[in-house]
């Protein structure tokens, strides 16, 4: 199994930075590929950013230009740089990992709120 455990969240201005950082512990070199969600109040859980085992990485549309994922080589820390922070970002972050075979796993989540 793995255990993700976010950390990094709080309250920015728009405009502003914010980084989060994901820490992988167990089974991490099953681990295919890692990436961020978000869930707004009211809205669906969506993708914001995902990076696979070979380094490729996906964003949404919202987030490209603005958001960069990274990933250690040995797959035990994710992390997401957010700049020019907008208000539409505001959700609560989650953390997720997928291994080879298929079983996926999701951290408990921090809070970003972009307010002024």
């Known amino acids: 199994q793995v255990q993700l455990v976010e950390s990094g969240g709080g309250l920015v201005q728009p405009g502003g930075s914010l980084g989060l950082s994901c820490a992988a512990s167990g089974m991490t070199f099953s681990i295919a590929s890692m990436g961020w969600f978000r869930q707004a109040p009211g809205k669906q859980r969506e993708l914001v950013a995902t990076?696979?085992?070979?380094?490729?990485?996906n964003y949404a549309d919202s987030v490209k230009g603005r958001f960069t994922v990274s990933r250690d080589n040995i797959k035990t820390r994710l992390q997401l740089q957010m700049n020019s922070l907008k208000p539409e970002d505001t959700a609560v972050y989650y953390c997720h990992a997928v291994e080879y075979r298929g079983y996926t796993y999701w951290g408990q989540g921090t809070q970003v709120t972009v307010s002024s």
């Open positions: 990076i696979h085992s070979r380094g490729n990485t």
